[in-house]
């Protein structure tokens, strides 16, 4: 278990409204990513952290930042949500002295209408 | 930009049966994972392959890195209801943080 939790787990909002979700981790660890999870797609990185305040983009970062105040949570915020950001988001944590492994959170499923 | 293609994408089975899932690259990776995922969960880590040729066993699971580092396969012997879900494969882009999953094969054991 690799202390992973995410809130909210599901979320239904509207288009135009600014949504976060947020992934805390219990172990300290330094790498933290969020991955979006679509039909088709399999899972797609958005954004991910290499430490507090470093954050850098992944494949599908458009409509989408993130924020690192502290090393055991990472917060997505999707400024204006659209129907095109409904999908599965999950979080996960990697950590750097095993070969290159991931552990994820449980997700969060947010429809944006 | 590196891909990872997962063949096939869906399998239905029988209980007892065996299988083989693939995912294959034209690049060249350090290491490989494989991921379970079962509905509303996230996905698990099963196993991590490293060496060219590497062969690793868990329990009825067979899990093989090719020579060259480009592929993996996994292979199912007798399978089970309880392994069916979604595997995926996994790779750490070369000199980031970053890493990428193939589409998955979603794989359904029926009793």
């Known amino acids: 278990d690799a202390g992973i939790t995410q809130s909210p787990r599901h979320k239904v909002t509207e288009t135009g409204t600014p949504v976060t979700l947020r992934c805390h981790q219990t172990?300290?660890?330094?790498?933290m990513y969020w991955y979006r999870q679509d039909p088709g797609h399999g899972l797609r990185l958005i954004h991910y952290s290499y430490g507090v305040k470093d954050t850098d983009k992944g494949e599908v970062s458009d409509g989408y930042s993130v924020s690192r105040s502290k090393t055991e949570d990472f917060l997505l915020t999707l400024e204006s949500a659209t129907s095109s950001q409904t999908s599965v988001y999950f979080c996960a944590i990697s950590p750097r002295d095993t070969h290159d492994e991931q552990f994820f959170g449980p997700g969060t499923r947010l429809t944006v209408l | 930009t590196q891909l990872l293609e997962q063949s096939p994408q869906f399998l239905s089975i029988q209980e007892g049966e065996n299988l083989t899932v693939y995912c294959n690259s034209s690049?060249?990776?350090?290491?490989l994972q494989w991921y379970r995922q079962e509905p509303g969960e996230g996905p698990v880590l099963l196993v991590t392959?490293?060496?060219?040729?590497e062969v690793k066993k868990l329990k009825r699971l067979t899990f093989q890195f090719g020579d060259a580092r480009k592929d993996s396969s996994l292979h199912i012997t007798a399978a089970q209801p309880g392994d069916t879900g979604l595997y995926l494969c996994a790779v750490k882009v070369s000199g980031t943080y970053k890493y990428i999953f193939g589409t998955g094969t979603r794989l359904k054991v029926l009793a």
């Open positions: 392959v490293v060496t060219g040729g």
């Open positions: 690049s060249v990776f350090s290491s």
């Open positions: 172990e300290n660890h330094r790498y």
